[in-house]
C-alpha cells in the first residue's frame, strides 16, 4: 500500500512521512503511525498541541495523573503568590508542586529573595559595593540564622539594609490556563485513531472538508464540547487514566465521540457517507475503543447499556446538528 500524508491530500507540503502519535505525547500518548508528513507533524505539535497546557483542566489532569511532573503540567501558567507582607509575585510551580517565587522587585518597590538564595544574593551585593567603592566590608554571613526576624537589619559600611521573613503559607493564583481545548487537536486525534483502524478510509473525498478544518482552522462545524466545565474548578473533576473514542455510522453519517481523561467529553460529525461498505474493520464502530495512558495498553469495551444509551443520544445529536450547519456554512473546497 502506497501511504502518504492525509492532509497533503488538501495541503500538499511534500515532507517525509513521520510518526504521528495517535493520542498527543503532552496528554499521555504514546503510540504512533506513519501517516502524516513531517511538516505537518511539527506544524500540529508548534501551533495546536502547544495549546492544550493552556487548560487548567488538561493542566490539572497531567499533575493529579502524574503524567507530567507539576513544573511541567503547569509550565503555561504565570503564577502569582501573595505572602503576608508582598503580594503579587511572580513565581512558579516546582517538581515537587510547591509554589516557589522568583527573587524580583516587588510592588511596593523591595527586594524579595526566596529563603533559598538570600545569602548568596546578599554575598553578591556586598562584594559588587566593594569592588564599586574599594571599600571592605566586614559582614559576618555565617550569623545570619541568628539574626531575628521582621526587623530591618543594616549591612554597615553601605546602603544595604534587609529584614528576614519567616517562610509561610501564602495564596497562589494561576493565569493564562483558560484557554479553551483546542478543537482542531479533538478533530485530529479521532481522525488519525480513524487511520490507524483503516487508512485507505480516510483518504476518500469525505474527509477533505474536516481535514481542512484541521488544517487552516476556520469556523467549526463538526465539534461539540458536551461536558459542561464552566464555573467547574478543575481540581473538583474526577481524571481518570485513559482516554477513550467511539465512532459510529449514524443516520448516514460517520460520527464520534471522545473523552479525554473520561471526563472530558466532545462529539464529533465527520461528514455524510452514501455507504460505509467498503471499511474493512466495521467490527470495530459503535465499541469503545481505550486508550489506557497508565498502563500503555489498547482494549476495546462494549460498554454498560445506560453509557451506551446516553452516547448514542449524543451521536445523534452531534449529526443532525452537523447536517444543519453544513446545509447553513457550506462545504470545503480546495
Known amino acids: 500500500m502506497n501511504i502518504r500524508c492525509i492532509y497533503c491530500k488538501i495541503d500538499e507540503l511534500g515532507a517525509d512521512l513521520s510518526d504521528e502519535h495517535i493520542i498527543p505525547q503532552v496528554l499521555g500518548g504514546w503510540l504512533t503511525i506513519p501517516v502524516v508528513c513531517k511538516e505537518h507533524n511539527d506544524r500540529f505539535g508548534h501551533s495546536l498541541e502547544s495549546e492544550l497546557k493552556k487548560n487548567g483542566f488538561i493542566a490539572t489532569a497531567l499533575d493529579k495523573l502524574q503524567i507530567q511532573p507539576p513544573n511541567l503540567a503547569y509550565r503555561e501558567a504565570e503564577t502569582r503568590i501573595d505572602l503576608e507582607y508582598e503580594r503579587g509575585l511572580k513565581g512558579h510551580i516546582d517538581e515537587k508542586g510547591s509554589a516557589k517565587f522568583f527573587p524580583q522587585v516587588s510592588k511596593e518597590g523591595h527586594r524579595v529573595i526566596p529563603e533559598d538564595q538570600t545569602i548568596n544574593v546578599l554575598k553578591k551585593q556586598i562584594e559588587r559595593f566593594e569592588n564599586k567603592t574599594g571599600k571592605s566590608i566586614n559582614f559576618d554571613l555565617e550569623e545570619f540564622d541568628n539574626l531575628p526576624y521582621d526587623i530591618a ?182
Request: no cysteine; glycine share 6%.
Open 153 to 334: 537589619i543594616p549591612v554597615y559600611g553601605t546602603d544595604i539594609i534587609f529584614i528576614k521573613r519567616k517562610a509561610g503559607r501564602g495564596n497562589v493564583i494561576m493565569y493564562g490556563l483558560d484557554q479553551p481545548i483546542p478543537f482542531r487537536v479533538i478533530a485530529k486525534i479521532v481522525l488519525t485513531h480513524l487511520a490507524a483502524l483503516y487508512y485507505p478510509f480516510v483518504m476518500k473525498d469525505e474527509f477533505d472538508p474536516i481535514k481542512g478544518y484541521i488544517v487552516h482552522g476556520g469556523i467549526n462545524r463538526f465539534i461539540i464540547l458536551h461536558t459542561l466545565l464552566r464555573n467547574v474548578e478543575p481540581k473538583s473533576v474526577n481524571y481518570l487514566p485513559y482516554h477513550y473514542i467511539r465512532i459510529n455510522f449514524v443516520e448516514g453519517a460517520l460520527a464520534a465521540i471522545i473523552a479525554l481523561f473520561g471526563a472530558i467529553k466532545f462529539m464529533i460529525f465527520f461528514e455524510e457517507f452514501e455507504s460505509i461498505d467498503e471499511f474493512k474493520p466495521v467490527d470495530f464502530l459503535n465499541n469503545y475503543h481505550v486508550y489506557n495512558i497508565k498502563n500503555k495498553n489498547i482494549f476495546h469495551a462494549v460498554g454498560d447499556d445506560k453509557l451506551r444509551e446516553w452516547d448514542d443520544m449524543l451521536l445523534r445529536s452531534v449529526v443532525v446538528w452537523g447536517k444543519y450547519m453544513k446545509d447553513n456554512l457550506g462545504v470545503y473546497t480546495k
